[in-house]
């Protein structure tokens, strides 16, 4: 059964960086998209960065500059470096991963103190 898990999340400072991971049970190279999503307290959940066939890569208004997914097919793994984190950043991550899966990952959650 095809499975995703994440890994990295934690607490960290303002300004800190950590870096998320999320490994497939699976090969993901025939998946085309993969994502990463987060979910504050009160808010619904919202997509922060993917990565496409090319590869091209899109990111969130709120989170370009900082963060940078990148995708290890070999590893059957998605990263998304954080940099320069803010408390804002607080949420709980998610993995997501396309057709012909259509995967969540259990989520990891990720805090930023001020």
């Known amino acids: 059964q095809a499975q995703l898990v994440e890994h990295g999340g934690g607490l960290v400072q303002a300004g800190e960086s950590l870096r998320l991971s999320c490994v497939a049970s699976?090969?993901?190279?025939?998946?085309?998209?993969m994502a990463w999503y987060r979910q504050a307290p009160g808010k619904e959940r919202g997509l922060i960065a993917r990565?496409?066939?090319?590869?091209?890569?899109d990111y969130a208004e709120t989170v370009k500059g900082r963060f940078t997914i990148s995708k290890d097919n070999a590893n059957r793994t998605l990263y998304l470096q954080m940099n320069n984190l803010k408390p804002e950043d607080t949420a709980v991550y998610y993995c997501?991963?396309?057709?012909?899966?259509?995967?969540w990952g259990p989520g990891t959650q990720v805090t930023v103190s001020a």
């Open positions: 997501n991963a396309g057709p012909p899966f259509n995967l």
């Open positions: 699976v090969s993901i190279s025939r998946i085309n998209t």
């Open positions: 990565v496409m066939a090319g590869p091209r890569k």
